[in-house]
């Protein structure tokens, strides 16, 4: 993209022809005052400013005061035809780059903003890599050593590298932005911004303009121009979280953009290319939204490149003690708590409530005991409400299917089906014990809540399914 450049003077001659000669390569705006240029300072993400320092009533002085408090400040020039050395002394006292004499040279004029966007692109490299060795985003930001959670680092080291669509599904609170953002982090992207967009949180009125900008008048309150998330993510990664709830007129615009790579912003006709990845996620069935018609069969078939499955918190139970501690570990350190332990029958109940909020509940009640605790032990007494019923709601369980009946042999019945069904949760339960006791029946037994004989007449009885682990390591 080119840089973007604001262009303040009060004298229209010398606004059009700067304009003109720096068009090509800069996206330019052209202010008149001090009012109109701060309005577009706050409105688009400039790059450079060029302003005389002189501006009818106002000082140039006092734009650039303005510039250097925005969040992140444009490279700012004063020009005048009134220099003098202690002029040139105070712009830079103010934060100004360069200083330079009307009349202008335009080709010292071209020449200074190359040098000053040269600059700053190499600013923005440098706080990009320092961003990045910090740590943001990437697996290491997930928890998790089940089966089914090793399954889905595979899938994102295998995507990340690509630039695929990516549609992530899962109950709310699985983690699904976490995913997205280990896709970003993980890929050849991740110098480029993350920007997030969450559908169901924006009415159809503002979708379309969030998503895609609008120019100035497009509609009542549309008071300047405003770029818009695609354009903001240009060169890196846009999430759409809960894409299900997005309207069917915007369904459409998104997914000719997807198609021609292309945006438009609402009330202009003029196209802008944009490189933007698409990683999105929602707790519906897009799947069954299609059959319904609520959402558009071809967006989701562009959209569904590759798709992530998260599961349910309560269907990878040996993640929940692993969780629990490292979360202990880090709101400790967050409220100003000192370290803090969770008690053995704490633990024992975390592992058996269903948790219908998955990962973010788990945190939110974990942070809910550090707080409450006065100990360095956090029990059961120090959980929330819903922790204290004697009867929680038992988890469910993913199991492995089993082989379908070979021709000739009889489908069990419904009752010895159901048998069946226990014995499948019940070896699955063993088989992720003992995968995360690295083979180790004492250990597993442990995890388990049963004594080590029970667990080996339990393997024996199914050695089969346990070959891996008859033997311990």
Known sequence: M????????????TRNALSMALEE????????????????????????????????GESGMDIIDY???????????????????????????HGAYYFLTKPLNLDE?????KRAAHTRSLETRNRELTRRLQPVGGLDAML????????????????????????IEGETGTGKELVAKALHALSARHEGKFVAVNCA????????????????????????????????????????DEIGEMDQPTQVKLLRTLAERTIERVGSNRPIAVNVRIIAATHRDLAAMVQEGS?????????????????????????????????VHSLCEEN???????????????????WPGNVRQLRSAIEHGVVMSEGGVISLQDMPDYLQDPAPEPPEAAAPADPLPQPGQASPAPAAEADLNLARVERHTILQALHRAAGNRTVAAALLGIDRRTLQRKISAARDFFTPYLEEP
Do not use: W
């Open 201 to 240: 949180a924006l009415s159809p009125q503002l979708m379309e303009s969030e998503l895609f900008g609008h120019e100035k008048g497009a509609f009542t309150g549309a008071l300047q121009r405003r770029i818009g998330r695609f354009e903001e993510a240009d060169g890196g990664t846009l999430f759409l």
């Open 144 to 167: 998790g050593d089940s089966p089914e959670m090793q399954v889905i680092f595979n899938r994102i080291r295998q995507v990340a590298p690509t630039n695929a669509s990516v549609l």
């Open 336 to 354: 100003h708590k000192e370290p803090k332990s969770l008690s053995r029958a704490l633990l024992e109940r975390l592992r058996h409530y269903s």
């Open 25 to 56: 390569g800069y996206e330019v705006y052209a202010a008149a005052n001090g009012k109109s240029a701060r309005a577009l300072l706050e409105s688009e993400p400039v790059d450079l400013l060029l302003t005389d320092l002189r501006l009818g």
């Open 67 to 93: 510039a250097m408090g925005l969040p992140q400040p444009p490279t700012c020039i004063m020009m005048t035809a009134y220099g003098s050395p202690d002029t040139a002394a105070e712009a830079k006292r």
């Open 2 to 13: 080119k840089p973007v450049l604001l262009i303040v003077d009060d004298e229209r001659a």
């Open 109 to 113: 004029v071209e020449l200074l903003l």
């Open 295 to 327: 959402f558009r069969q071809d967006l989701y078939q562009r959209l569904n490149v590759v798709q992530i499955q998260l599961p349910p918190l309560r269907r990878r139970t040996g993640d929940i003690v692993l969780m629990a501690n490292a979360f």
